[in-house]
């Protein structure tokens, strides 16, 4: 895809995210990862629902702005994500709701932040892992991305938001929204002894849709990332 599509893509799949209210204000960022090593990413304080081709922001390999706005301020994060999983060529964070809301509860797995609920979460997002609450910006919470050595293309940042990779753009907007919809589903269910997926169901899915789950991996490993 030449370099003009995917510039529209972005705005095409942020237009969209923004105006389901999945991410408000100017929060937000998505990122693409181009064949040259370079990036596209959206501005800093740029709203998704409102964002120029023209004015995407186009960095080299070793992050040096090539043209357009100043880019996101959360590139850290970015980067951290893309060093440690070879497969990912974009990732959305977003402040969507009930993924953020999922992060304040106190009985929450960082490694495992939600339970199996449903074939399509399994199959998009795998297992999402729950990073400790940084300040926006700030470079620690790269750190905390590299700790987690690639194992999840779905990570929460506490009481901020979710940060999700993808093969494709499509595929990492999908698993972001998919989620945030598991995590409503959790909120919705909280308290009232839902019924999840059993152990074997989950084997069936992994075997079938050849879905990776952290706890079968082998810490350190470059992984290949799933979201699709």
């Not at 990036?39 to 709203?47: D, E, G, I, K, Q």
């Not at 100043?70 to 590139?75: G, L, M, N, R, V």
């Not at 839902?194 to 990776?212: C, I, N, W």
Request: net charge negative.
């Amino acid at each position: 895809m030449s370099e003009t599509k995917l510039r529209e893509s972005i705005c095409m799949f942020g237009r969209s995210l923004f105006e389901r209210g999945l991410t408000p204000g100017s929060s937000g960022n998505i990122s693409l990862r181009l064949d040259d090593g370079g990036w596209l990413v959206t501005p800093t304080n740029a709203s998704l629902g409102f964002l120029d081709p023209a004015r995407i922001s186009r960095l080299d390999a070793t992050g040096r702005i090539i043209s357009g706005d100043a880019p996101t301020k959360e590139i850290p994060l970015h980067e951290a994500l893309y060093d440690t999983r070879s497969s990912a060529r974009a990732i959305v964070h977003l402040h969507s709701t009930h993924s953020v809301a999922l992060t304040m509860l106190p009985e929450i797995d960082p490694k495992a932040v939600l339970p199996p609920m449903t074939p399509y979460y399994l199959m998009r997002c795998g297992q999402t892992a729950l990073v400790p609450y940084y300040r926006p910006g700030d470079p620690a919470v790269s750190d905390a991305i590299r700790g987690l050595a690639g194992r999840y293309s779905s990570v929460l940042l506490a009481n901020h938001g979710p940060v999700v990779a993808g093969d494709t753009l499509e595929a990492a907007v999908f698993a972001t929204e998919e989620l945030e919809e598991t995590a409503r589903l959790y909120l919705l269910l909280r308290g009232l002894n839902p019924r999840y997926l059993s152990p074997e169901q989950v084997a069936d899915l992994v075997k079938a849709f050849g879905v990776s789950l952290p706890a079968d991996d082998h810490a350190g490993h470059d992984h290949e990332g799933h979201g699709h």
